[in-house]
Every structure is written in structure tokens, then in C-alpha cells.
């Protein structure tokens, strides 16, 4: 059973810091690129920053270049976003993605809130 579990997310204030976890079991993690998005409400899902099978970070959204920090532990089937800095509108629901285009796998997490307020 593939499961994507997302944790760490809660209530900042502004300027404060989270990492969020997401443990990974049911496939063959080291061999998927892996990402995380987030939704906030009203908007569509975007792509946060996304991390190779070797741990090569792939690309960041504008936005948060520079404050948040994608790794990923394969012997740990974990990934991990360090977010620094964080402003208002980083406030979404996080999930995470695997994927892993040459077999048409993909795979979400269920999410977790961030919530940036003072």
C-alpha cells in the first residue's frame, strides 16, 4: 500500500521558521523525483520546489527562493522542506508529490496546513 505522510505543518508567526516531513512507504522511493506543492484557498496548486532521485534539487518557485530548502533522505524514504522567513502568504495546505514519469507513477500526500499569522 503506497502511502505519502505529511507532517510538521502548524501555526507561525511571521518570520518564523517549520520544516515539514514526508515519509514515504509501498514503492520504491529512491528511484522517484519528488516535490512539494501547496494550495491556498481559492487558488490552484503550485509547484513549491521539486527534488531529484540523487538529491539534486530540481527548481523553486520564485517566491520562496532563498527562504525554503528541499532534501531528501533515501535511506530514511523521507523528504523534507525547511521554510525560513515565512511570510502571510505562505499560508496552504503542503503536499507532497512522487513521481517518476518513465512508469506513469505519481503519487500525493494528504497534506498538511501551514498557517503564518501573528
Known amino acids: 500500500q503506497v502511502q505519502l505522510v505529511e507532517s510538521g505543518g502548524g501555526l507561525v508567526q511571521p518570520g518564523g521558521s517549520l520544516r515539514l516531513s514526508c515519509a514515504a512507504s509501498?514503492?520504491?522511493?529512491?528511484?522517484?523525483?519528488m516535490s512539494w506543492y501547496r494550495q491556498a484557498p481559492g487558488k490552484e496548486r503550485e509547484l513549491v520546489a521539486g527534488?531529484?532521485?540523487?538529491?539534486?534539487?530540481?527548481n523553486y518557485a520564485d517566491s520562496v527562493k532563498g527562504r525554503f530548502t528541499i532534501s531528501r533522505d533515501n535511506a530514511k524514504n523521507t523528504v523534507y522542506l525547511q521554510m525560513n522567513s515565512l511570510k502571510p502568504e505562505d499560508t496552504a495546505v503542503y503536499y507532497c508529490k512522487a513521481e517518476r514519469t518513465t512508469v506513469y507513477s505519481r503519487y500525493w500526500g494528504q497534506g498538511t496546513q501551514v498557517t503564518v499569522s501573528s
Open positions: 527534488i531529484t532521485s540523487a538529491g539534486a534539487s530540481l
Open positions: 509501498g514503492f520504491t522511493f529512491r528511484l522517484y523525483v
